[in-house]
């Protein structure tokens, strides 16, 4: 028997099919017993007892004719049945009770000379003609369907009792089932440290296990990867050094500026991929200092209205000082300035500060070809470019909107892209006046 239990507790198919066996056992039994309730009280009034048929005969001589209404009402309250009396200038009724219609009854049986059984829908009475008087005595069914509606109702409230703890076991069975789609819903999001709590010790308990190593697995080989790449980005600028160096002592051709522009290329790819994995340490600290978000962003944007198309600044009348890193923050506005640039084919550019109660809006909008629906949910991926075919120069690497999610993220914000296909695209950065990783340096 223990190891029945054992093997049930470690087995949630066991479980569950455990609590539903009992929850139809239980229904059964509710049913067959308020079945066998109900036919036995309807058997009860179809059914006329042997004792009133055999004793009809005391019972009218106890009444009399004339009838003595008294010894009628009184023999109605003992037999608990209903007596009608009539004659041409009477009609009487032990209870009022006309539920049965008299005149409308067809003959069943006979009992004596002046007795028979007569039926009324489905049920039967005792009809006496005696002296000019006739007594009809059938039994009384209020009592009786009551009862029935009782074990009906209490029928039905005991099945609702046993639905409701049934839904109320299933619920707390699957409550793991919750957590753990809870937990997968953050790894999915790239919190890669969570883990589901568990202290069960069945499947799901198993599941749980294993998704719990999965992402062990998976956060391990992200670090392993995130790791070799710094590695490998650090390698690369040794190199970098001495071609730029070697550059320098080349005599002057159209050949020598190509070539630094490709090692410059190289160079800035390396550096984006350092600072990109940098950001993308979940132990990230800001170098941050007091700053006048407005003057800096004016400071920044001011580089750029040498721009052709022209470029609008909407400024906020009062100032606030942000908790800011400054090198990553001009990171972030240069980047979105010149995607803008890149992508506005020369029409007006508009960048705006919203302050709010502690956090900022920047917008940067331009008004050029657009980005495709499809594409919105991808462009800040790490090299996902919406054209493939698109010139480097024109394209860029696909680091830049993918450096600016992590600059706004490392500063408690987000980063939030509204684009239609040939009307422009408007990008929102919100930064916390206070980013949660900051330390001033």
């Known amino acids: 028997m223990a190891g029945i239990l054992q093997t049930i507790r470690y087995s949630l198919f066991l479980r569950l ?8 056992l239980l229904f059964f039994i509710i049913i067959s017993v308020s079945l066998r309730t109900v036919t036995r009280n309807t058997a009860a009034i179809d059914a006329i007892p042997d004792f009133f048929t055999r004793n009809v005969e005391s019972i009218i001589e106890d009444i009399g004719t004339p009838p003595n209404l008294s010894n009628a009402m009184r023999l109605a309250a003992e037999l608990d049945w209903s007596i009608n009396i009539r004659n041409p200038i009477m009609r009487w009724s032990s209870d009022g009770d006309n539920r049965l219609d008299l005149d409308d009854s067809t003959f069943v049986r006979t009992l004596s000379d002046d007795a028979e059984i007569r039926s009324s829908g489905s049920e039967n009475m005792i009809v006496v003609r005696r002296d000019g008087y006739d007594f009809y005595l059938y039994q009384r069914s209020i009592e009786e369907n009551a009862a029935n509606f009782a074990v009906l109702y209490i029928g039905l409230a005991l099945a609702g009792i046993v639905l409701f703890i049934n839904y109320f076991m299933v619920n707390r069975l699957l409550d ?3 957590m753990l ?4 819903e953050r790894i999915r999001h790239g919190d890669l440290s969570y883990r589901v709590h568990n202290e069960r010790h069945d499947e799901l308990g198993a599941l749980t296990d294993s ?3 999965m992402a062990d697995s998976l956060q391990s080989m992200l670090e392993a990867k995130r790791q070799l790449l710094l590695a490998i980005s650090h390698e690369l600028r040794t190199p970098l050094t001495k071609a730029k160096l070697r550059l320098e002592f080349m005599p002057d051709s159209s050949e020598k500026q190509h070539l630094g522009e490709d090692i410059d290329e190289i160079d800035q790819l390396i550096g984006d991929l350092i600072e ?3 950001l993308n340490d979940e132990h990230t600290v800001l170098t941050a200092e007091p700053v006048m978000l407005a003057e800096f962003v004016e400071s920044v944007v001011d580089q750029y209205f040498s721009y052709e198309g022209g470029v609008t600044l909407d400024l906020p009348e009062v100032d606030r000082e942000f908790i800011l890193d400054k090198l990553r923050i001009r990171l972030l506005l240069t980047n979105l300035l010149n995607n803008a640039i890149r992508h506005g084919r020369d029409k007006p550019l508009r960048v705006a500060v919203v302050l709010e109660q502690d956090s900022a809006c920047l917008t940067v909008e331009d008004q050029g070809e657009g980005i495709g629906p499809e594409h919105i949910d991808q462009v800040c991926e790490p090299f996902y470019r919406a054209d493939s075919s ?5 394209g860029g690497f696909g680091l830049g909107l993918y450096l600016c999610r992590l600059i706004a993220q490392a500063h408690g914000g987000s980063l939030a892209i509204q684009s239609e296909l040939g009307e422009g695209t408007r990008i929102s950065v919100q930064l916390m006046q206070h980013p949660p990783q900051a330390t001033k340096g």
């Open 17 to 24: 099919l455990a609590i539903f066996s009992v929850t139809v």
């Open 176 to 178: 793991p089932v919750r």
């Open 181 to 184: 789609r809870r937990g997968a």
């Open 211 to 213: 998704i719990n190593h």
């Open 276 to 278: 990109a994995e940098r």
């Open 390 to 394: 698109r010139q480097r120069n024109t």
